[in-house]
């Protein structure tokens, strides 16, 4: 399993896209919770991208250490996002993990799209797979991806456009899903618009995302040998319902 770069726009325009504020208003609680609750200490985020959860997590557990495998969002990070000193950030992936020193290491986070994103089951199990190994007796694991139910897909497969206003020029995001059994197609557009509305920018990504539903990740995080596996919808509180939430936390115990 190699360690794949996915997103082809800037760090900055990757960070933008994201409402972060919103975002953490959802999700600090959460983790706080599921940390406080298995007592971590350390934490490893894998794919943490321009740093926003890295940093997060530094108010929440003594250590936080961070990796991705592009170099620009790990300098991104550096330079405009973690200001906290316990906080360790360097570039590489899952295949890098086991040779990572971390001390009373107690959860490894994979947010975002992360998982998914690795395109294919077999790379999503040898994630697994590593993530189980690296983890201390009673260690936990928290993964997020979308909900690939198809009749979710088909509802959201348009997201409504952000509009991100900065520097007098106007950043408009697109992202569009197209539904695959195997592979399901994510598009992402950019547009910026400078003060006299013309167009400055237009960046159009495409990734490819493995169709990670909740009974094949559950197959295969039990066939890595997770034991504990518990599910909640996109706000950290209720659990799953495949038909309504958007996306889902799987948190693992080893």
Known sequence: MQNKVNFKFTAELYDKQVNWENRFKQEKDFFARVFNKNKVKA????????????ELFAGIAEKVFA??????MID?????????PNVTIKKGGFRDIENLKIENLGAITCLGNTLSLLETRKNVKAALKATYKKLPKNGIAVFQFINFEKS????????????LIKDNKKYIFHRHFEYGKIKTKADFL?????????????????SIMCTLKKRIFLNIAQNCGFKK?????NDGKMPFDRENHISLFAILKK
Do not use: M, W
């Open 43 to 54: 934490v490893l985020d894998i794919g943490c991208g321009t740093g926003r959860h890295a």
């Open 67 to 72: 990796i991705d495998p592009s170099q620009e």
């Open 76 to 84: 991104y990070a550096k330079s405009h996002v973690i200001k906290s």
């Open 152 to 163: 979710v897909i088909e509802k959201n497969r348009y997201y409504p456009p952000k509009i």
């Open 229 to 233: 596996i518990v599910f909640t919808g």
């Open 190 to 206: 950019v547009t910026v618009l400078n003060e006299d509305n013309e167009i400055e920018l237009f960046d159009a990504s495409q």
